[in-house]
């Protein structure tokens, strides 16, 4: 019984790191690091997540607990329903964009698992760099494997496959993290490792610029995915006797650690090559080109892909999972019917990724491409301000002895003082350091 139990909690302990790890850690993390130049942003980042990041992610947990409901119902089951019903509808919305772009990267990952896989089978290598000419020149390629992407997931959404996938992924994690370390090891003994080391730790705040804090914010909410109810609908679902505030910690630490690992990666490969310039295709031209190097290298690039494609098809199925949540909850769709809709949605959204990197991409503004704007839009924008509202509806929307019932139900923090400092980073530090964001973020604009 107790292994049953045990079994059940980590299983969704770990479905849950699943869900907010994977892309965020390896593809964006190292990218929004380079475009702020380094350690001053790391450290940034990380006071972020403890102040910011793990309130907002026990709030979500929490609320979904409470409720045992997505977001639209669980908005409705407090007083204040049928006004806060638009916040719900905005994260739903925002789910969708994002997952359609989130589909477009994933793709790309797949694509590299593909090459990775003939290469093994048929024992020849494959050079990185013309792979992703080729998938930049041919956006149908792209269209094609985000529709494949996105088909799979109608797939196991549509027949309620995702409990079981999602805890698989899980599963499969602590291999992932195995060969990243393996992969990471390797990199730190090259030449160029020390200076990666000291751009990545040393603390150089005068690289930062003006939206280098909401590009922090962004990338906390968008790695621990926040903002989106993706965890309000995971805390439905978590065994009641889950100690929440326990396992925010976890997973909040779980998930900085692969990001920095990502970093101890990347950044001794870019500083040997010759492009140091930041680049949403960083991760997708340094690793493969390292991997062919090594010593078995198609195994560890077919393994390496394989996981990064399982742990981005987990977290998308929980973007999905939250849209069709939501659809079937209050439209009164049945469940095929919610993710075939939403899956024809998110492929129509993933059609602005696409273009901005394949048939659009001589357009720029400010010197950016436009899959790089539509990312900053998304992440650096919206998503501070949906979490800012979210984060005032569980501060005001919910009565006080409600969340305090709830936050010391069963953890371990049964004192009063760790339920005093979560509401009060939920007040306070959120509000304002989402609100100072937006603004430095216009002013460097009208700079
Ligand atoms: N947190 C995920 C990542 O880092 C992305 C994600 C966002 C997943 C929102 C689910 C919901 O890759």
Request: net charge neutral.
């Amino acid at each position: 019984m107790i292994l049953k139990v045990w079994g059940a909690r980590l299983g969704f302990f770990l479905a849950l790191v699943a869900s907010a790890s994977g892309l965020g850690n390896l593809w964006r993390f190292p990218y929004v690091v380079a475009e702020n130049g380094g350690g001053g942003f790391v450290i940034l980042y990380i006071f972020l997540v403890l102040i910011v990041g793990l309130p907002l992610l026990i709030g979500e947990l929490l609320v979904g607990r409470l409720t045992g409901k997505s977001i639209l119902s669980s908005l409705s089951f407090f007083k204040e329903g049928k006004r806060t019903r638009h916040l719900g509808n905005l994260s739903i919305l925002v789910c969708l964009l994002v997952l359609g772009y989130f589909s477009v990267i994933s793709s790309w990952v797949l694509f590299f698992f593909f090459k990775y896989a003939i290469a093994l089978f048929t024992s020849q290598n494959f050079v990185s760099q013309s792979a992703i000419t080729q998938l930049m020149e041919q956006g149908w390629l792209q269209m094609l494997l985000t529709a494949l992407h996105i088909t799979l997931l109608f797939a196991v959404v549509g027949k309620e496959l995702e409990d079981g996938l999602e805890k698989f992924v899980g599963y499969l994690m602590p291999l992932f993290a195995v060969i990243l370390c393996m992969l990471v090891w390797r990199s730190l003994s090259l030449s160029t490792a020390e200076e990666a080391m000291r751009y990545l730790f040393y603390p150089n705040f005068s690289d930062l610029n003006w939206s280098s804090l909401s590009s922090a914010l962004g990338q906390v909410l968008f790695t621990l995915s926040l903002g989106f109810t993706t965890m309000v609908t995971f805390g439905s679902l978590l065994p009641k006797d889950t100690d929440v505030p326990k396992a925010g910690v976890g997973i909040a630490s779980i998930d900085s650690v692969l990001s920095i690992l990502a970093g101890m990666l990347i950044f001794p490969l870019l500083l040997g090559g010759t492009n140091r310039e930041p680049d949403p295709l960083m991760l997708f031209q340094a690793v493969p080109e390292f991997i062919n190097q090594l010593p078995g290298g198609n195994v560890y690039g077919f393994l390496f892909f394989l996981f990064l494609y399982l742990v981005a098809f987990g977290a998308s199925i929980s973007l999905l999972e939250t849209v069709v949540s939501n659809f079937s909850e209050n439209h009164r769709l049945s469940r095929v019917r919610a993710s075939f809709i939403s899956g024809t949605m998110c492929f129509l959204l993933s059609l602005i990724p696409v273009l901005a990197t394949s048939y659009l991409s001589h357009i720029k503004i400010r010197s950016s491409n436009l899959l790089v704007v539509w990312d900053h839009l998304l992440v650096n924008w919206l998503m501070p301000l949906i979490a800012l509202m979210i984060a005032l509806w569980i501060c005001y929307g919910i009565p006080n002895e409600i969340k305090e019932a709830e936050f010391k139900k069963n953890d371990t923090f049964k004192d009063d003082s760790m339920f005093k400092h979560w509401i009060f980073m939920m007040m306070w530090a959120v509000p304002i350091i989402t609100i100072l964001a937006i603004i430095l973020n216009i002013v460097g604009i009208l700079q």
